[in-house]
């Protein structure tokens, strides 16, 4: 019985990142909605393919429930656009906070590249609590691991969930798929710690059936414009009131 | 030709709209050393509109149920997402007993009601 570990020889960072990846909360957390988001691929007749380069590419949950759904049911291509775009902002700030931790590392800009495109709320969040700790020059190569790590877990996870939604009885199949508003219902809501993201998602709840309901084109652009401008006005109202 | 088109089309609609509208952000972040204050006007105005978006998809994915999620009732579908939600509410916001019980409720339902 040798209770300590080795210290003689560390770890290549990159294995180190897999390692780490791999034995995350979020491993767990992907794993999830990836089985959810794959069912919903199958279920709006997209290719298991398609799917997993549709993650490898965007690599954004948020992104992905919006092109699957938006693409799966007919909507506008700008509409899809547009709605991306915006779910997507939220990854300027995570990249502007990552990167300066790595770029002491990089040898070459084109270094910083895949470490860029890796940037993820999961991934922010362990490199973060992580790198701090750690030599500059294994940061780049630990981030890659990392990255491919949850990237690994969720193409994986996402061919599961769509062979499942094809194999499985309705009711199971039909549980699958509810994975996905499901665990997005409650992941934002957690993310929703302001008022004005708070009083949005409310909205967006309600508006976003009710304009379905009467056809109204383009509708999901609509809701978050509504939505988006009114808790964004009430924000500001209070904030003048106060 | 037409058909090489339909083949492609999806690959090139996943770039167009799917990609490159995300990605920039990204990119945005690596070429601007210190870029947008995350705290500014505009970033709060921008992911209030996000968050209504997204949560019109969830709405829409929970009222306008597509395929096998269709063959359960839409009062299950609705008091799966309500329990679910409130579980998250009571147990220290844990988007894991959320999901749980969200699911149970849903598959204990759909037993019981579909036809």
């Known amino acids: ?77 700008i509409e899809t656009a547009i709605g991306v775009t915006l779910s997507a902002i939220r990854l300027f700030p995570m990249a502007v906070a990552l990167l300066p931790l790595i770029r002491g590392g990089a040898r070459r800009f084109r270094d910083l590249l895949l470490p860029t495109h890796f940037t993820s709320a999961s991934m922010w969040v362990e490199s973060l609590r992580l790198l701090p700790k750690m030599p500059q020059e294994r940061r780049i190569a630990f981030c890659n691991g990392l990255g491919t790590g949850y990237m690994g877990t969720a193409v994986v996870f996402g061919f599961v969930g769509y062979y499942l939604a094809a194999g499985l009885p309705p009711l199971f199949a039909g549980t699958l798929l509810f994975l996905t508003p499901m665990s997005f219902l409650v992941s934002t809501a957690r993310n929703s710690r302001a008022l004005v993201d708070r009083i949005a998602f409310g909205l967006g709840l309600v508006i976003g059936p009710l304009l379905t309901w009467y056809h109204v084109q383009l509708d999901l652009l609509w809701t978050g414009i509504g939505g988006g401008v009114i808790a964004y006005a009430i924000h500001r109202l209070r904030r003048m009131v106060s | 030709m037409s058909a090489v088109w339909t083949q492609l089309w999806p690959y090139l609609a996943l770039i167009l709209v799917g990609f490159l509208p995300n990605e920039v952000w990204r990119a945005l972040g690596l070429v601007l050393a210190r870029g947008l ?27 306008f149920s597509s395929g096998a999620l269709d063959t359960i009732p839409l009062a299950v579908r609705l008091a799966a997402a309500a329990c679910g939600f409130a579980a998250f509410l009571l147990v220290r916001r844990s988007v894991f007993v959320g999901v749980l019980v969200g699911e149970a409720v849903l598959l204990a339902g759909g037993f019981l009601l579909s036809p």
């Open chain 1, 1 to 77: 019985m040798h209770g300590t570990a080795a210290p003689s020889e560390p770890r290549h960072p990159f294995l180190e990142g897999l390692a780490s990846a791999c034995t995350s909360v979020f491993c767990l957390v992907l794993a999830g909605t990836y089985i959810g988001l794959g069912a919903l691929a199958h279920d709006l007749g997209f290719t298991s393919w398609w799917f997993a380069l549709s993650t490898v590419l965007i690599w954004a949950a948020p992104a992905q429930v919006i092109v699957l759904s938006s693409l799966g049911t007919g909507g506008a291509l």
């Open chain 2, 37 to 63: 204050n995350p705290d500014s006007e505009l970033v709060l105005l921008s992911r209030a509109i996000a968050t209504a978006i997204i949560a019109g998809v969830v709405a829409k994915l929970i009222v």
